[in-house]
């Protein structure tokens, strides 16, 4: 696996810039209000926002122009009053503006680049690059949830982001919630159900191994210009989670039997799973993981099941490239290093 480069931590003061490389909802009506709710919070914790420049001209604009959210990226990486870049939102096109980023614009200006979900495309983007970016926290889940930006997710966020320790232990919040959320009704209150904790699905002692992965849409991407390479997995610890269509036991087997057959599985050094996005159990899944893995592929790499990053919330956040720990005897997992630099 390659070494990135860290990018400069956040501090009060910064300028954020937000974009919209997948959905335009930010800019739609009968949403600007989640958008508006989440700048609010991130002013509270000392940033300065910015709206890139067609960020907020709606979903059927967005939608037709791939173009002109690549030019946001672009304007907000190349811009050096922007410190960091926040997606505001997922989707399930963002590979549409691939072709229209010049690489040169985020491996010469490199900084904090965060968001989940579809938002992965870029993330990848920004690993060909030698960027490390974060997969988590986009602007509308978790920060702008009615019920408040939980404070897992914002322990984590300015954990990760301003502080230049190493991130250290991973705790499972002590609750969570699968509810959907709610982008249409301003009133709307998500219920909180205690958590579990982390699941050992396989695995014995303790592995090291730097942070790779994102979702299952992984798979989909072995002819574009952002597919990762089997030695990008070397060594490495796998993170994937999905939303609840694309994580059934049906395509959780899908998508362990690429890992197998492509070779991935023999390469890793573990997996760690995001908790599903659900409510309802992940035995039979675990099961199912455990049969592909050490039956079919004859693999003992350690895998941890329920870990608070994905869709459910709240979530922690992962840079990729950051050296990490599975120890299967504690059931915990750790970043051993920071996110950013000085």
């Known amino acids: 696996m390659k070494t990135l480069m860290k990018p400069r931590r956040l501090a009060k003061g910064d300028t954020i810039a937000t974009v919209s490389p997948c959905n335009g909802w930010a800019g739609d009506t009968e949403t600007r209000w989640v958008y508006d709710l989440g700048i609010s919070r991130l002013r509270e914790i000392g940033l300065q926002v910015v709206a890139a ?27 050096d009053a922007v410190d960091a870049v926040i997606a505001n939102v997922g989707g399930n096109d963002s590979i549409k503006v691939i072709p229209y980023i010049d690489a040169k614009a985020i491996s010469g200006h490199p900084k904090i680049f965060i968001g989940y979900s579809d938002v992965m495309n870029i993330h990848l ?44 232990q991973i705790e499972p919040s002590p609750d969570w919630t699968f509810e959907p959320l709610d982008y249409l009704h301003a009133e709307t209150r998500r219920k909180y159900y205690p958590n579990d904790g982390y699941v050992l699905i396989q695995g014995i002692g303790t592995v090291t191994g730097r942070l790779i992965g994102g979702h299952t849409g992984l798979m989909e991407l072995e002819d574009s210009a952002i597919a ?47 908790k ?48 990490a720990e599975i120890n299967c005897e504690e059931k915990t997992f750790a970043i051993l290093e920071s996110g950013v630099s000085v």
């Open 276 to 323: 599903a996005n659900e409510n309802g159990s992940f035995s039979r899944r675990s099961q199912r993981i455990r049969e592909i893995i050490s039956g079919t592929y004859s693999c003992a790499i350690p895998v941890l099941y329920g870990l608070n990053f994905g869709h459910s919330s709240p979530g922690f956040v992962l840079p990729y490239g950051a050296l």
């Open 125 to 168: 983007l920004c690993y060909r690059c030698g960027l490390s970016s974060f997969y988590g926290s986009n602007l509308f889940h978790p920060i702008s949830d009615q019920s408040g930006w939980h404070s897992y997710s914002k322990k984590w966020f300015l954990k990760t982001l301003f502080d230049t320790q190493a991130i250290g």
């Open 228 to 274: 990762l390479k089997p030695e990008d997995y070397d060594g490495a610890i796998l993170f994937v989670e999905d939303i609840p269509e694309f994580f059934d036991e049906t395509a959780v087997s899908i998508f362990f039997h690429y890992l197998g057959e492509n070779g991935i599985l023999q390469k890793l050094n573990g997996i760690i799973i995001g």
């Open 53 to 79: 420049p067609n960020s907020m001209r709606g979903s059927d604009y967005l939608s037709k122009n791939p173009k002109a959210r690549a030019e946001d990226i672009i304007w907000a990486f190349e811009n």
